[in-house]
């Protein structure tokens, strides 16, 4: 199922021909690094929806993943030095990307993105220092002819297209990124812009004070909406960072009780109902005692 070529005493995986869903490329062939993924290694793979390659992985040539339209999720070493020009283009179901034991300054997310315009997550494991998970938003863009100079300029929008951009000395500008935010709530819908604050309050690695007040605040001020929001899809684990983070004050559960009423969310108004009666109802006794 593997073709691989040993150059300077190390191994470039040529191609796969298996049908796996689930593929783990091995460390090593013959007790030798895999160290490329080479040309359209994996190219076409339409059975291939998630991959894992291994420590140790410098490089992953052009046109690698090319085509593998139901790949989900890849799984990186932090230390992969080289994605070339359109490794993963026309991956439209890539959702994910985990970058495992990175070093600050040393990580390829940049060229990992770069022929991704649509929704992608992103988890970074830094060695010894923590873990980031990122939202980066979709955005649309095209291309302008500069007629004078005969070339095409990419001109991106919405803020997908500037968290993009996010990136210094290779690595993520955390500051820039949490910078977007107020711009993003001018473009961006409540499920992005909750998906992108949860993330950074609940993995904060490089985050400031500023930053984390102003993602506090947006949602405290969208609280009811954010609430109707996640009854209506079932968001379970956002209620529960919600609840873990303490946004559910005794003083504003009336009206979310009401309003999740009115909207007929059921399961979110148990819940609410359940909160209330096991975190507020002893102190009303207690007071009336």
Known sequence: MITFETKNNRVILKKYSGTESIVIVPKQIEGKEVQAIGTYAFAENRQLQEIVLPDGLLKIDKHAFYNCRNLEQVSAPGGLESVEDGAFKNCEKLTKFILRHAKPGNVCLKHLLYDQNH???????????????????????????????????????????????????????????????????VSEDMET?????????????????????????????????????????????????????????????????????????????????????????????????
């Open 119 to 185: 929704t992608i997550k992103v988890m970074i494991e830094y060695q010894f220092i923590g873990m980031s998970y990122l939202y980066f938003p979709s955005y649309e863009y095209e291309y302008i002819a500069n007629e004078p100079a005969r070339i095409f300029n990419e001109v991106g929008y919405g803020a997908g297209y500037l968290y993009q951009q996010c990136f210094f000395n290779n690595d993520v500008d955390y500051i820039r990124y949490d910078s977007i935010f107020p711009s993003a709530i």
């Open 193 to 289: 812009l909750l998906s992108i604050a949860l993330l950074r309050l609940k993995y904060p690695y490089q985050l400031s004070d500023l930053a984390k007040e102003r993602y506090r605040n947006y949602i405290i001020n969208n609280f009811t909406s954010i609430c109707m929001l996640i009854f209506e899809y079932d968001k379970k684990e956002w209620l529960l960072f919600l609840e873990q983070l303490g946004f559910f004050r005794e003083d504003i559960l009336p009206e979310l009780i009401e309003e999740t009423r009115k909207h007929q969310f059921l399961k979110g108004l148990a819940w609410l109902m359940d909160y209330q009666r096991k975190y507020f109802s002893s102190k009303k006794e207690e007071f009336l005692l």
